[in-house]
């Protein structure tokens, strides 16, 4: 078997690579501003299936719009099955940096084999500003763009069924990723699809441009779906208006390279170096073309060639400088953000400018040109990490004091902040973060792994990521003050004591009441009977409402989607005015239990949910048994699953007709005065009549 050597091209890029994905190892956290918040939202969404997190499930609810922006949600959620969520982050920000420059590579050897030089430029781009920004969804949409364009130029007939299913498929994929990746992606094909096109017509003498036509309409009918989506969403997104950066400021920005400026302005100098380098291969691409059309213009081949004459002037590569043309335009003309959603919009079409001129450099030199480029590009990206490194070090470094109270918090709790975005920055730098503000929500990173809901993560507001906020109303159970609101905490002292403290912010936790002593007083046993407002409860037993909010030290429901009303087809309420889905009659519950059933007022009636149902008692430490109720009454069937303090104690239980009851019993010891049980359903709804409370034995 032969076995193919690896060139010193590729050999100078895998040792890139691992030089550039090296320093997302070295520290414990990636200091990117909205990072944190993608990493708790993925971690939200790997964790959402189970019932035992019923804050994160009470407080989120899931979002299954096929909207641009699932990639990296999806991605890092799958990964936690396997690695912790810090670790995820890690990866998926590796292969944005790593595949930039392979996606880069693998255009520019689509284009013209062995035509790798200036992939190295990607190495430079690869630690870009709109990464540190935390875009992840875009960061990784850029290299899944000219991995689009590679796969599509690979292919020779532009309108074969494997042409139109590769564009379809990177067109799908950057979709899910960011929309104006996709709607770059979708204007780089239709050019160059047409200019190919027209191009054949050109170059064939065989081929005439008239007849070339029909396959352009047919290319576009092809692309006709990618238009209407991509019209679609900007109809719907350009409503409002929006901000447009000054003329000056987007030149500034331009010639700065802003694209590779993240934390600093050091960055700037690298810019100014690269974009002059590239200025220089442009020109060089340009005096070859010209030596070209001089070479052909003294040829006897350019007194009979016609049309065909264009192409040995003109070549294929040079779609990519149009391309570049329409997207330097769009850069000056597109707004900064609409007021309807959107932001950075001119910042993020910057990043492509460059990088997709880079197939049209051509220069038949000599190879010591080509090595001077490769050099000169591999001090710049090596110079640029260099600079991340520093800038990784400090911030980690601060991220660690600023967040050492993660274990602290307790799991299944309320997390906010004061600020919600606090806009401050670390210490150790000694320089200005102008461009990215690393612990703008760094908060995020308390709330992995432990079932922490954070009240201020920014995502769920808004109407693009996959979870979306249901009820954000709940007391904290935690607040993480940042030190510019320390002069502002009188609401917290009398409810909540700091428990952590350091240099960046202090930690408060609200303190617990303690179990209320009227409830046990002169007994051992107490029962909660859940009706509706109207009902009628059991002689001493205890009455819980739809509405009966849990006091600290007390009882009541954590969660807000409780009824107790059954929405029938018929758009009535009142249970008793209607049949059960089960075909026979209702029969009344006297006739079921019988006239002396102890608990026949506590069968009469209950509340119901088809979603999660959280109810939580104050109890003193102890050991207790359990036992709950249920009749299904006019919702049957039901189906009926409880979890007490993280425990699955009865699954499955299902009443299938309305003469049906149940009685459930189960044990649980009490550690911190707290009974936690979460009731619900897989199936349709669950109902709850009341449960007993009995002693059994007391607490240390």
Same mark, same amino acid.
């Given at each position: 078997?032969?076995?193919?050597?690896?060139?010193?091209?590729?050999?100078?890029?895998?040792?890139?690579?691992?030089?550039?994905?090296?320093?997302?190892?070295?520290?414990?956290?990636?200091?990117?501003?909205?990072?944190?918040?993608?990493?708790?939202?993925?971690?939200?969404?790997?964790?959402?299936?189970?019932?035992?997190?019923?804050?994160?499930?009470?407080?989120?609810?899931?979002?299954?719009?096929?909207?641009?922006?699932?990639?990296?949600?999806?991605?890092?959620?799958?990964?936690?099955?396997?690695?912790?969520?810090?670790?995820?982050?890690?990866?998926?920000?590796?292969?944005?940096?790593?595949?930039?420059?392979?996606?880069?590579?693998?255009?520019?050897?689509?284009?013209?084999?062995?035509?790798?030089?200036?992939?190295?430029?990607?190495?430079?781009?690869?630690?870009?500003?709109?990464?540190?920004?935390?875009?992840?969804?875009?960061?990784?949409?850029?290299?899944?763009?000219?991995?689009?364009?590679?796969?599509?130029?690979?292919?020779?007939?532009?309108?074969?069924?494997?042409?139109?299913?590769?564009?379809?498929? !990177?067109?799908?994929?950057?979709?899910?990723?960011?929309?104006?990746?996709?709607?770059?992606?979708?204007?780089?094909?239709?050019?160059?699809?047409?200019?190919?096109?027209?191009?054949?017509?050109?170059?064939?003498?065989?081929?005439?441009?008239?007849?070339?036509?029909?396959?352009?309409?047919?290319?576009?009918?092809?692309?006709?779906?990618?238009?209407?989506?991509?019209?679609?969403?900007?109809?719907?997104?350009?409503?409002?208006?929006?901000?447009?950066?000054?003329?000056?400021?987007?030149?500034?920005?331009?010639?700065?390279?802003?694209?590779?400026?993240?934390?600093?302005?050091?960055?700037?100098?690298?810019?100014?170096?690269?974009?002059?380098?590239?200025?220089?291969?442009?020109?060089?691409?340009?005096?070859?073309?010209?030596?070209?059309?001089?070479?052909?213009?003294?040829?006897?081949?350019?007194?009979?060639?016609?049309?065909?004459?264009?192409?040995?002037?003109?070549?294929?590569?040079?779609?990519?400088?149009?391309?570049?043309?329409?997207?330097?335009?769009?850069?000056?003309?597109?707004?900064?953000?609409?007021?309807?959603? !959107?932001?950075?919009?001119?910042? /993020?079409?910057?990043?492509?400018?460059?990088?997709?001129?880079?197939?049209?450099?051509?220069?038949?030199?000599?190879?010591?040109?080509?090595?001077?480029?490769?050099?000169?590009?591999?001090?710049?990206?090596?110079?640029?990490?260099?600079?991340?490194?520093?800038?990784?070090?400090?911030?980690?470094?601060?991220?660690?004091?600023?967040?050492?109270?993660?274990?602290?918090?307790?799991?299944?709790?309320?997390?906010?902040?004061?600020?919600?975005?606090?806009?401050?920055?670390?210490?150790?730098?000694?320089?200005?973060?102008?461009?990215?503000?690393?612990?703008?929500?760094?908060?995020?990173?308390?709330?992995?792994?432990?079932?922490?809901?954070?009240?201020?993560?920014?995502?769920?507001?808004?109407?693009?990521?996959?979870?979306?906020?249901?009820?954000?109303?709940?007391?904290?159970?935690?607040?993480?003050?940042?030190?510019?609101?320390?002069?502002?905490?009188?609401?917290?002292?009398?409810?909540?004591?700091?428990?952590?403290?350091?240099?960046?912010?202090?930690?408060?936790?609200?303190?617990?009441?303690?179990?209320?002593?009227?409830?046990?007083?002169?007994?051992?046993?107490?029962?909660?009977?859940?009706?509706?407002?109207?009902?009628?409860?059991?002689?001493?037993?205890?009455?819980?409402?739809?509405?009966?909010?849990?006091?600290?030290?007390?009882?009541?429901?954590?969660?807000?989607?409780?009824?107790?009303?059954?929405?029938?087809?018929?758009?009535?309420?009142?249970?008793?005015?209607?049949?059960?889905?089960?075909?026979?009659?209702?029969?009344?519950?006297?006739?079921?239990?019988?006239?002396?059933?102890?608990?026949?007022?506590?069968?009469?009636?209950?509340?119901?949910?088809?979603?999660? !149902?959280?109810?939580?008692?104050?109890?003193?430490?102890?050991?207790?048994?359990?036992?709950?109720?249920?009749?299904?009454?006019?919702?049957?069937?039901?189906?009926?699953?409880?979890?007490?303090?993280?425990?699955?104690?009865?699954?499955?239980?299902?009443?299938?007709?309305?003469?049906?009851?149940?009685? /459930? /019993?189960?044990?649980?010891?009490?550690?911190?005065?707290?009974?936690?049980?979460?009731?619900?359903?897989?199936?349709?709804?669950?109902?709850?009549?009341?449960?007993?409370?009995?002693?059994?034995?007391?607490?240390?």
């Amino acid at each position: 078997m032969k076995v193919r050597r690896l060139s010193i091209q590729h050999i100078v890029v895998i040792v890139l690579l691992a030089i550039h994905i090296l320093p997302v190892w070295l520290f414990k956290y990636t200091c990117t501003q909205d990072g944190p918040a993608h990493a708790h939202n993925a971690h939200i969404l790997k964790v959402y299936h189970n019932h035992e997190n019923y804050i994160l499930r009470e407080v989120h609810e899931r979002n299954p719009t096929l909207f641009p922006n699932w990639t990296s949600h999806v991605v890092m959620a799958g990964l936690m099955f396997i690695f912790p969520p810090l670790i995820c982050e890690k990866i998926f920000f590796s292969l944005c940096i790593g595949l930039l420059p392979l996606s880069l590579l693998y255009l520019l050897n689509a284009v013209q084999k062995g035509k790798t030089l200036f992939c190295l430029v990607g190495f430079i781009f690869a630690y870009n500003y709109l990464l540190h920004m935390g875009f992840y969804n875009f960061a990784l949409s850029v290299s899944l763009f000219f991995f689009a364009l590679g796969c599509w130029w690979r292919c020779e007939d532009k309108l074969s069924i494997k042409a139109v299913v590769t564009a379809y498929v !990177g067109l799908i994929v950057v979709y899910l990723t960011h929309f104006q990746s996709y709607a770059l992606l979708t204007m780089s094909l239709t050019v160059l699809g047409v200019f190919l096109y027209v191009y054949e017509a050109l170059e064939s003498p065989r081929v005439r441009l008239t007849a070339q036509l029909k396959s352009i309409f047919l290319f576009l009918g092809a692309m006709l779906p990618a238009y209407i989506i991509l019209l679609t969403y900007y109809l719907v997104k350009q409503q409002g208006g929006g901000f447009h950066r000054s003329f000056e400021g987007l030149m500034k920005y331009f010639l700065s390279v802003g694209s590779i400026v993240s934390f600093r302005d050091a960055h700037v100098l690298i810019g100014n170096l690269l974009l002059a380098l590239l200025t220089i291969a442009f020109l060089l691409t340009i005096i070859d073309r010209v030596r070209k059309i001089y070479a052909y213009r003294n040829s006897q081949e350019s007194e009979s060639s016609g049309y065909r004459g264009i192409t040995a002037i003109v070549d294929r590569t040079d779609v990519f400088l149009l391309i570049a043309l329409i997207i330097t335009f769009l850069y000056f003309r597109s707004p900064w953000s609409l007021r309807s959603g !959107g932001m950075w919009i001119s910042d /993020r079409i910057h990043i492509y400018i460059l990088l997709v001129l880079l197939p049209f450099f051509t220069f038949n030199l000599h190879r010591f040109v080509d090595y001077a480029f490769s050099g000169i590009l591999i001090v710049l990206a090596l110079w640029h990490l260099g600079y991340h490194v520093q800038t990784y070090y400090l911030m980690d470094r601060d991220a660690k004091v600023a967040l050492s109270s993660a274990e602290m918090i307790e799991p299944h709790t309320v997390l906010a902040s004061r600020p919600g975005s606090w806009g401050g920055t670390p210490d150790s730098a000694n320089w200005d973060f102008k461009y990215i503000l690393p612990f703008e929500h760094i908060e995020g990173y308390l709330a992995l792994e432990n079932g922490v809901a954070y009240l201020q993560n920014y995502e769920p507001s808004t109407d693009h990521f996959p979870l979306r906020y249901k009820n954000r109303e709940m007391t904290p159970d935690y607040v993480l003050v940042w030190r510019t609101e320390y002069d502002n905490v009188e609401d917290l002292i009398q409810d909540y004591e700091v428990i952590h403290s350091t240099n960046f912010n202090r930690l408060y936790q609200r303190k617990k009441a303690a179990p209320d002593a009227q409830l046990w007083e002169n007994t051992t046993t107490i029962t909660f009977d859940m009706q509706p407002t109207d009902g009628m409860s059991a002689v001493e037993h205890i009455p819980v409402y739809k509405d009966t909010n849990y006091t600290d030290g007390r009882y009541g429901w954590l969660s807000k989607s409780i009824h107790d009303e059954f929405k029938t087809g018929g758009g009535g309420f009142e249970l008793k005015y209607w049949h059960t889905e089960d075909t026979k009659s209702v029969p009344n519950v006297r006739d079921v239990l019988g006239e002396n059933e102890s608990n026949l007022l506590l069968y009469q009636d209950h509340l119901l949910g088809q979603e999660d !149902g959280v109810f939580r008692v104050a109890l003193p430490n102890g050991t207790y048994e359990i036992t709950c109720y249920f009749h299904a009454g006019v919702v049957a069937p039901v189906e009926i699953n409880l979890i007490a303090n993280g425990e699955k104690k009865f699954q499955k239980l299902r009443l299938t007709s309305a003469d049906e009851s149940a009685e /459930r /019993r189960y044990t649980v010891t009490i550690t911190d005065e707290r009974l936690t049980q979460v009731i619900y359903t897989r199936k349709k709804r669950w109902v709850w009549n009341g449960f007993t409370v009995k002693q059994l034995s007391k607490g240390e």
